[in-house]
């Protein structure tokens, strides 16, 4: 029980805090640039709501996507 509740933590903290996350929205400013909510983020990349040219979103159901992907682009 103590080991699935340390996976457990480590899967819910990984995405902010330890940079498993997807790619930033900064990579695609023509696209993002007048995106400034999570519901906007998830008009294109929800599941039911899935833009031809959007990849879905894993966790559809999670908020705070630009807090995971507006992150500064590291090159």
Same mark, same amino acid.
């Given at each position: 029980?103590?080991? !699935? $509740?340390?996976?457990s !933590?480590?899967?819910?903290a990984?995405?902010?805090y330890l940079?498993?996350?997807?790619?930033?929205?900064r990579?695609?400013?023509?696209?993002?640039e =007048?995106?400034?909510?999570?519901? #906007?983020? $998830? #008009?294109?990349?929800?599941?039911?709501?899935?833009?031809?040219?959007?990849?879905? =979103?894993p966790?559809?159901d999670f908020?705070?996507? $630009?807090?995971?992907?507006n992150? #500064?682009?590291?090159?």
């Amino acid at each position: 029980m103590k080991k !699935l $509740l340390i996976i457990s !933590l480590f899967f819910f903290a990984g995405c902010a805090y330890l940079g498993f996350h997807g790619k930033s929205v900064r990579n695609f400013p023509e696209v993002h640039e =007048s995106v400034v909510a999570d519901s #906007e983020c $998830l #008009e294109c990349h929800h599941p039911d709501n899935k833009n031809d040219d959007a990849p879905v =979103s894993p966790h559809p159901d999670f908020t705070g996507c $630009l807090k995971c992907h507006n992150d #500064e682009i590291k090159k």
